[in-house]
């Protein structure tokens, strides 16, 4: 008899039941191995994901409002500057971009830190409570600042703070979206891309 070759692979069928069905699923890959694959990678999520947003609309350099903002323009440079942007509609595109993804429920809106729409209680379509801000009398030229809260609560839970800055340090964003929670990468990126498709996007920062 000839000495057996140590280097000799044993064909598969020498081997127990289970590891005869792992070298055929490692060779050959079954199909529904493949599509559970797939399943996950549709299901990905991001979780408190912020975007910051610059938009492409002039500036105005501006006096600082306070004693202590000026002392602090002298010490670091910086400076306030005020948009040229019309609060009340770029408010409502982005709220439109959430409706779109499912942020059924605005939560409350203020207007330079006041409370203008306030109902943390019921569950609405956010398309109305679009009726709702629009019908809010306010003087857009006055209003330095809008923040908006609304809530995705479906199969995850979101909760979305938006600030949209008519005047503000240089250095800081036009936009800023803080998302509290989980949300599917797949709506988030519907979201991003109906903002840089509605908005004058000049720059956008994610975190």
Known sequence: MSEQ?????????VYGPKETMDWIEATHPSKKREKKSQKKSSDNILINPHIHLDLDVEQTK???????????SKITGNTFVEEH?????????ILR????????HTVKILIDKKI??????????????IDIFKGISIDTNQSK??????VLDDVHRCVVEIKIKKVHWRKEH???????????????HTFLNYLNEKLKVKKTILK
């Open 62 to 72: 501006i006096n600082p409002p306070t004693v202590f903002s000026r002392l602090s």
């Open 145 to 150: 600042l809008f923040e908006i809260t609304a």
């Open 5 to 13: 070759n140590p280097d000799f692979k044993q064909p598969p069928w």
């Open 174 to 188: 036009t936009i800023d979206i803080f998302m509290k929670g989980i949300i599917k990468e797949e709506s988030y």
């Open 116 to 129: 203008r729409y306030d109902n943390p209680e019921i569950i609405s379509d956010l398309k109305k409570s």
């Open 97 to 104: 971009g959430l409706a779109k993804v499912k942020f059924h």
């Open 85 to 93: 942007l019309d609060l009340l509609s770029t408010s409502e595109i």
